[in-house]
């Protein structure tokens, strides 16, 4: 295997995309945003056989004063897991990866989902993951929905609400200031504004991503950010005012992204990864049609060459009540800060 950095490989996606197990994080775009708006280096292993991709292990080292310098396959991404090809087995794909590791001082490798041979690794964190398969048609996927996703559906059509796509700088500011609003509540700082602005040019300008916008009355109320690669989609970011959630917004902005994906062809929609502890957002995924499966990370520690279990999941989050009353200007300054750090 090579070792290279996709954000300056000319091709990279094209000869991704032929792969059934590429998916959008595995991509320049996705490695070229997270690198310009955080100062990550990628550094990414590739095989190529009879010049076809074989084989991709990507990284992204995170040089931190507070969170040590580590690898991360991917930082921000719910699943990047290895592309191996048969017979190659886990362990033997990461002996480069460890001889890298030592060699530039990180004291640990996170792989972000799992392939053959990780069965019997500790996880060192452990979620829930939702797919819903897209190729039935619009109909059908309508007719999976709960009788509650089809009422708040036909209730946010009944106030007036309308859903567009708007990729502009200025449907992204108007998502960012709903994304704040968001994660206020939430009790966390948001994203750098800089990090949804790569985001547009790099990923959403290439056709790789759309952002969809609910309003009402002239005004954005919600909005969701949906990102796709190779037939494959994940809903990755939303935000919403809650003065209007009564309204029903939410609903139709899903509806939408879900009838905008199949138009595209894309044949299968990820919700993410959910927290164990988060009925509520497990419940919303569920209730749209969407299996359920469990998503592992795994925690190699360079300096034991032990695999790590430190599961951490909390009810709530200890900072959280403090955060949610902070000015937000002053949270969005502990996110230009601390996202850096925490990938």
């Not at 990507?58 to 897991?81: H, K, N, Q, W």
């Not at 990180?106 to 069965?119: A, K, L, S, Y």
């Not at 859903?163 to 994304?179: A, H, I, K, Q, W």
């Not at 949804?196 to 969701?224: I, Q, T």
């Amino acid at each position: 295997m090579e070792l290279v950095d996709p954000t300056g490989f000319p091709g990279w996606d094209e000869s991704l995309a032929g792969h059934p197990e590429a998916t959008f994080f595995h991509t320049a775009s996705w490695a070229r945003v997270l690198s310009l708006s955080y100062g990550y280096h990628p550094l990414y292993f590739r095989a190529i056989d009879a010049g076809k991709l074989a084989a991709l292990l990507p990284f992204m080292e995170i040089r931190s004063c507070f969170t040590g310098t580590r690898g991360v396959s991917l930082p921000f991404s719910d699943a990047c897991a290895p592309i191996l090809p048969y017979g190659i087995g886990f362990e033997e794909a990461m002996v480069r990866v460890t001889a890298l590791a030592e060699s530039r001082g990180w004291r640990t490798i996170e792989i972000r989902g799992r392939v053959p041979g990780m069965e019997n690794l500790p996880e060192s964190a452990e979620f829930l993951s939702h797919d819903l398969d897209l190729t039935g048609g619009e109909e059908v996927l309508y007719s999976r929905f709960r009788q509650s996703v089809q009422r708040n559906i036909r209730k946010a059509e009944r106030e007036g609400i309308s859903v567009s796509e708007d990729r502009t700088p200025e449907g992204l500011r108007e998502f960012y200031r709903l994304n704040c609003m968001t994660r206020r509540e939430h009790g966390l700082p948001p994203q750098p504004v800089r990090f949804f602005e790569n985001l547009r040019v790099d990923v959403m300008e290439k056709g790789y991503g759309s952002l969809l916008l609910a309003r009402h009355k002239g005004s954005a109320v919600a909005g969701a950010v949906f990102l796709h690669f190779a037939g494959k989609a994940i809903y990755k970011y939303g935000a919403s005012d809650r003065r209007y959630q009564a309204l029903r917004p939410n609903s139709l902005v899903f509806r939408d992204g879900i009838r905008d994906l199949c138009g595209k062809g894309v044949r299968t929609l990820s919700f993410g990864r959910t927290d164990l502890h988060h009925d509520g957002l497990r419940q919303f995924k569920l209730s749209w049609g969407a299996v359920e499966r469990t998503l592992q990370y795994a925690r190699f520690d360079v300096t034991t060459k032990e695999y790590l279990s430190t599961k951490k999941h909390r009810a709530t989050i200890p900072w959280g009540n403090t955060m949610s009353k902070l000015p937000l200007p002053v949270l969005r300054m502990i996110g230009r800060v601390a996202y850096r750090h925490l990938g």
